[in-house]
C-alpha cells in the first residue's frame, strides 16, 4: 500500500542534540596481529543465486568453524587508500578491540619472539601497536580498547592484575596518541567463550572491572571509561513472524551467558559512557545452529527485521539510565548479522538497515554507533585488502555530510514505506534535512514537499536490490582516477509532490 507523506519542517519539536561522531567503526584486533577471521562468500551467495549452506557438526559450532575462517595476515593500516577513505568519512571513534583482545599479549619488547606465550592465543607487536596508533592520527581520530584478561594474565581465583594493559596505555601515551576511551572486555557475558580464565564467574568480572577502571583513573585520568559491552541476552525479543517470538542468540552456542545485571550489579566505580553490542540476527554462516536468528534476504526490508536495532536501543535505555544515569549510550558494535554478515551485507539492500539505524537511534537517545567493521569480513564498510568502498560506506558518508546533530520530532508514525527522519543541516544553514527511508519494494511513497529542496536518492544500481553498486539519482557510486570519491551532487527538487520509487531512500535538504 502506498503512502502518503506530509513535510513541516517549520516549528519541529526537537527531540535533542547527538554526538558528532555518531558514525564510527571498528578495526578488529585480529586484523592488527593477523588472525583467523571469516572467509568472504563467493560471487553467487553476495548476487543470491548461489546458495549458502553449511551442515550442523555434531561436534557443536567450534568443529564448524574450520569450514567457515581462514586466517588472514594483518592489515595495512599506512595503506594511502585506506586512510583517504577513513579520513573521508570524518571524524570517528576507531575502536580496537573484538574477543581477539581479550587473549592477545602485548609483545613491545621482543622477548616473545613471536611464540604466543602459555594462557594467550596470540601476539601483538610494538610495531603493529604504532601503526594503529599512526592510523588514528592520520585520519584525526579517537582511539577505544578493551584489554586482555584471560588465563595467561591470572587465573579466576586471582584478581586482574595491570601488568599488560600499562603496556598498551603507556606507549599510546609516550607516542603521543593516547587511549581516548577503554572497555574492560569485549562481550564479558559470554565468559569463558570470550577467552576469561577457567571457573571465571561474574563476580570475578565485576571485581575485575573495578580493578581495571580505578587503575585508569588512577593513571590515566581522562581516558571515558565504557561498559559493559555485552552481546546478546538481555531478555532482548524478536522475530520474524511474532513480535514476541524469541530468536534464537548466544545462549545457544555459548556454554555459559549472562545478562548486564550480572555484571554491573554491586560494583563500585560508575561508567562514563553505557555500551552494549547489536547485531540483527546471525548470518547464514551461523543459520544452521541458530536458525530462528537467522533473517533471510527476502525479510530485510520488512518492519520487523528493521525495528530489531531500535527494539535492542529501547531496552538498553533504561539499562543505561540504572548503570550510568545521564551517559551517553555506545553501541560498540553493529552490523547486519553475527558471523560476519550476512550473503548481502555488501550490497545495496543492507543500506535500508543501517540509515534505519542511524535515523532510529538518533530519535530514541544520544550515543555513537560502532559499525562492524572498516575493512573487514562481507559487513565492512570496505571490502578486505582492496579496500573498494561498499554501498553503506557512501551511505553514511552522505548522512555524514548532510545531517547535522540536533535531532528532532518528524511527526511521522514509523509503518512501511515511511521511515522518516529529521535532523538539522550539516552545513550549519538554517533549515532541516529529511531522511526518508520507503522500504516498501513494491509500493511508491507520495511525498508532499511545501517548498524547494535539494535531492539525494539512493537506489541499488540497476533497481536492483542487492547491487553491490549504490546509484545516487541514477549516477553509480565508484571511485574515481586516484582513488577520488564520486561527486556528490544533489538534484533540485521543485515543491509539490515528490514520489519516491520503491527500495529507495532520499534525503532532501530545506
Not at 542534540?17 to 583467523?36: C, H, Q, R
Not at 549504490?470 to 570519491?485: C, D, K, R, S
Amino acid at each position: 500500500m502506498s503512502q502518503s507523506i506530509k513535510l513541516a519542517p517549520h516549528n519541529l519539536k526537537k527531540l535533542r542534540d547527538v554526538n558528532p561522531m555518531l558514525m564510527s567503526y571498528n578495526v578488529e584486533f585480529a586484523e592488527v596481529t593477523g588472525g583467523t577471521f571469516w572467509k568472504a562468500y563467493t560471487p553467487g551467495q553476495v548476487a543470491g543465486t548461489e546458495e549458502f549452506h553449511v551442515e550442523p557438526s555434531s561436534e557443536g559450532i567450534a568443529a564448524m568453524y574450520k569450514d567457515l575462517m581462514q586466517v588472514y595476515p594483518p592489515i595495512d593500516l599506512y595503506n594511502e587508500k585506506l586512510r583517504k577513505l577513513a579520513k573521508d568519512l570524518g571524524p570517528a571513534w576507531v575502536r580496537v578491540s573484538g574477543t581477539w583482545a581479550t587473549k592477545t599479549y602485548y609483545d613491545f619488547d621482543g622477548t616473545a619472539n613471536g611464540r604466543v606465550p602459555d594462557g594467550y592465543l596470540n601476539v601483538l607487536t610494538k610495531e603493529q601497536w604504532i601503526g594503529v596508533l599512526d592510523f588514528v592520527k592520520a585520519i584525526d581520530a579517537k582511539l577505544i580498547v578493551s584489554v586482555s584478561n584471560c588465563p595467561g594474565l591470572h587465573s579466576a581465583e586471582e584478581p586482574w592484575n595491570p601488568s599488560e594493559a600499562e603496556k598498551l596505555f603507556s606507549l599510546s601515551r609516550e607516542y603521543g596518541v593516547p587511549i581516548n576511551a577503554a572497555e574492560f572486555t569485549n562481550e564479558p557475558n559470554m565468559m569463558e567463550d570470550t577467552g576469561f580464565p577457567k571457573g571465571y564467574t561474574p563476580a570475578d568480572y565485576r571485581r575485575d572491572q573495578d580493578l581495571f577502571f580505578k587503575w585508569i583513573r588512577a593513571n590515566y585520568p581522562e581516558c571515558i571509561l565504557v561498559g559493559p559491552s555485552t552481546t546478546g541476552g538481555d531478555n532482548i525479543t524478536f522475530g520474524k513472524g511474532d513480535p514476541n517470538q524469541k530468536a534464537g542468540g548466544i545462549e545457544q552456542v555459548a556454554l555459559q551467558t549472562c545478562n548486564c545485571a550480572d555484571l554491573m550489579e554491586g560494583t563500585e566505580e560508575p561508567l562514563d559512557v553505557f555500551s552494549y553490542h547489536y547485531y540483527n540476527g546471525v548470518s547464514e554462516r551461523l543459520a544452521s545452529v541458530m536458525p530462528n536468528a537467522h533473517w533471510l534476504a527476502e525479510e530485510a526490508n520488512n518492519e520487523l527485521y528493521l525495528d530489531t536495532a531500535l527494539k535492542f536501543a529501547r531496552t538498553y535505555a533504561p539499562m543505561r539510565d540504572k548503570y550510568c544515569p545521564g551517559g551517553e549510550m555506545w553501541v560498540t558494535e553493529s552490523g547486519d548479522a553475527g558471523g560476519g554478515g550476512d550473503t548481502w551485507a555488501s550490497t545495496y539492500l543492507d543500506v535500508l538497515r543501517t540509515l534505519n539505524e542511524l535515523g532510529g537511534f538518533a530519535s530514541i537517545t544520544n550515543g555513537v554507533i560502532f559499525h562492524n567493521t572498516l575493512a573487514s569480513s562481507d559487513y565492512g564498510f570496505l571490502a578486505r585488502e582492496v579496500f573498494d568502498p561498499r554501498p553503506n560506506y557512501f551511505a553514511v558518508l552522505l548522512w555524514n555530510r548532510l545531517m547535522g546533530t540536533a535531532v528532532y520530532d518528524s511527526e511521522e508514525p514509523i509503518r512501511e514505506g515511511a521511515h522518516v527522519f529529521v535532523h538539522s543541516r550539516k552545513d550549519g544553514k538554517e533549515g532541516v534535512v529529511y531522511l526518508i527511508i520507503n522500504n516498501s519494494l513494491t509500493d511508491t511513497t507520495f511525498v508532499s514537499l511545501p517548498e524547494e529542496a535539494k535531492r539525494y536518492t539512493l537506489a541499488g544500481e540497476g533497481g536492483n536490490i542487492r547491487a553491490k553498486v549504490m546509484t545516487l539519482n541514477g549516477n553509480p557510486l565508484v571511485l574515481g582516477e586516484n582513488n577520488a570519491l564520486p561527486a556528490l551532487e544533489p538534484v533540485k527538487q521543485d515543491a509539490g509532490t515528490v514520489e519516491l520509487a520503491p527500495g529507495t531512500c532520499t534525503f532532501l535538504v530545506i
